[in-house]
């Protein structure tokens, strides 16, 4: 069984009075414990993806299932995914503590089960010392971690990462992307991840797909990403 199934996947939204096609047909499978790193230029639907996978985009055609199950069954809450993007968002008026828990608060978690994960979580992540603070605080870097452990506290099955780390200087895109591969080892999880960057893809993916105009166009070893490099940074 894999952790998530699409297939045909079709998506169009409404511009300037006219339909345009977003997504063109998508098919994808996701093993668990894997990542899988979507490269393409912008606007070729790299994030309408991520958003269906959500569901907070509807299709218009296609099927997706996770774990067997029929997405048209599932809530995004019932889905059990984690979304990181680039924003870093955090609620700046709440602690980072509460910014972590919020997602447990949410499902009504017992206080000390709460308090006991977000230790657990914040310590995993080096950001323990900063459970005090306000977001505004903290570097680019540390917010991520925020991010990332808000994520994580929930035990997704799923990990959905829309460029997260396209605003973070290049030592600590290195950093994430280690805390990436360990937290794939750690929670036996299964990421997508959607970057600019083809080092984000040479150092934590198990696969490499390239999309381009709403489709998959072809999958790239390492080696052959590595040869074509300067093509793809170009068509960025």
Known sequence: MKRLVIKDLYVSYKEKKEMVEVLK???LELNFNEIVVILGPSGCGKTTLLKAICGTIEPDGGEMTFGGISGNNLTTQERNL???SQSFF???YLTVYNNIALPL???KIPIEEIERRVYSISKKLGIEFLLSRKPKALSGGQRQKVALARALIKNPDIFLFDE???NLDPL???ELRKEIKRLKEEYDASMIFVTHDIND???IADRILIMEDGIFKKELTKNELKENAIKYIYEE
């Open 164 to 166: 997260p780390f396209s």
């Open 105 to 107: 608060k949410a499902q």
């Open 172 to 174: 600590v895109r290195v």
């Open 201 to 203: 893809a040479l150092d």
């Open 25 to 27: 047909g998508i098919s």
């Open 82 to 84: 984690a979304y990181v």
């Open 90 to 92: 955090t609620y700046d």
